[in-house]
């Protein structure tokens, strides 16, 4: 099983935990968005349940599936080292589009010279507004790192062009 950042961020705390506890959530980790990483974590028996906390809440311990996912035998400790190669290993991961797809159509408008306009993407994808959006922050640049320009000529629409990697680093 390939280990989602995340996946791998709460595997490692585990590790380190002196009862091998998952106990560290990062903050930007919480809801249903933790519900689905320990569900998966589960499914896969890299976790398993260990006990209830004071609150109610279940508290889950890493198993030895959990140690050979990381590459590691059971409570051996992580290094320094090894936890900054793996982190980048899953942070150097490349993203890729799906040729065809509504997102490689978004970005192929926002590439060319003109850009294109909300209005414009909104029509050949079929999108809402918000949807439009919500791609162009979340898929585009959080997720794909791309760099997005927004113009507004005088009398005219705000249109959206991705920068060049060239202009990206300047």
């Not at 192929?108 to 791609?135: F, K, N, Y």
Request: hydrophobic share 40%.
């Amino acid at each position: 099983m390939k280990l989602t950042p995340s996946q791998t961020l709460l595997l490692t705390a585990a590790c380190n935990h002196p009862e091998q506890l998952l106990a560290d959530f990062p903050a930007n980790l919480k809801g249903g968005a933790l519900i689905k990483v320990l569900t998966s974590l589960g499914k896969a028996g890299l976790i398993a349940p260990h006990s209830k906390a004071t609150n109610g809440s279940t508290r889950f311990v890493i198993t030895s599936a959990g140690y050979e996912a990381l590459g590691l035998t059971k409570r051996a400790p992580i290094t320094v080292a090894r936890l900054d190669a793996v982190i980048a290993s899953a942070e150097s991961r490349p993203v890729r589009t799906r040729e065809g797809s509504k997102q490689a159509t978004v970005i192929a408008m926002l590439t060319r010279p003109e850009g294109a306009s909300i209005a414009q993407i909104c029509e050949v994808t079929g999108w809402q507004p918000h949807t439009v959006r919500g791609c162009m922050a979340g898929a585009l640049k959080k997720k794909l790192g791309l760099t997005i320009d927004s113009a507004k000529e005088t009398g005219s629409e705000r249109t959206y062009r991705v920068l060049p990697p060239v202009a990206q680093l300047t």
